[in-house]
């Protein structure tokens, strides 16, 4: 099982944010990553039907593929059914990915937080918990970005396109925020068009690495590392009829 994949579930392309992440920390390992590009951006949907979407997706990968571990690496994919997988696949590592807020609140105490995510991860249980846990002490702003998904699968993350879009979403927020929780895996990867909009003085946070922090510390555990000496390979998979897919997932892993 150490050869075994570790399973990188998205909505579309946005998981690269945490691809990356998880290539640097466990170069060793054998990444298989699928998008479910067909039935992108999540967001869009019923908490319900991105559960139903995420289970059967993820079911394909367990039936197919030899996977040791299943990162979902999808804020609104966790949201909706990250209960639901790990009572499913009880003998598999499954970690999803949570908006950093933590993170957020340590750092800038009595600060101005705030959270840029889908419809689906802001209305959530999940996220108000978050909020309940970190909050206390901060002025937490929910900010919804419609559109800069579809943006993201198409490659124009970092844009004018993007900034147009984004502009009357966060221009009144300049200078005022003390940092951004990208509250979407989509979204560093338009990072650049985020913060040229709200200026230098404001820290933009993903969860991303924390998520690749905790899989190589799941793996240890378990004693599945992989303990070869070459570079891991990535197999990208997809159920979409986009044939750049895979190329644009090339170039946003570099």
Do not use: W
Request: charged share 20%; hydrophobic share 40%.
């Amino acid at each position: 099982m150490e050869q075994a994949y570790i399973a990188v579930f998205d909505s579309g392309v946005g998981g690269v944010s945490v691809l990356r992440h998880l290539r640097r920390m466990l170069p060793q390992e054998h990444f298989l990553y699928y998008g479910d590009d067909a039935n992108a951006p999540y967001g869009l949907h019923t908490t319900q039907e991105v559960r139903e979407l995420t289970m059967a997706a993820v079911n394909k990968l367990m039936t197919n593929f030899s996977v040791k571990a299943l990162v979902v690496a999808c804020n609104t994919a966790t949201s909706a059914a990250i209960n639901q997988l790990r009572e499913a696949y009880p003998e598999k590592i499954v970690v999803g990915i949570e908006p950093a807020l933590k993170p957020a609140a340590d750092r800038f105490p009595g600060g101005h937080i705030g959270i840029m995510a889908t419809q689906v991860t802001l209305r959530e249980k999940k996220l108000s918990d978050l909020l309940a846990r970190y909050g206390e002490n901060c002025t937490i702003s929910r900010i919804p970005a419609p559109g800069l998904v579809e943006l993201v699968e198409q490659g124009l993350g970092n844009t004018p396109q993007a900034e147009s879009l984004l502009r009357p979403i966060l221009e009144s927020y300049r200078g005022k925020l003390d940092a951004l929780v990208l509250g979407c895996t989509h979204y560093p990867l338009a990072e650049a068009a985020i913060s040229n909009i709200l200026g230098e003085r404001t820290l933009l946070l993903d969860g991303g690495e924390g998520t690749a922090r905790q899989t190589r510390r799941r793996l240890a555990e378990a004693g599945l590392l992989n303990g070869g000496e070459e570079m891991g390979t990535v197999r990208m998979e997809h159920s979409g009829s986009n044939p750049h897919f895979a190329e644009l997932v090339r170039t946003l892993m570099e």
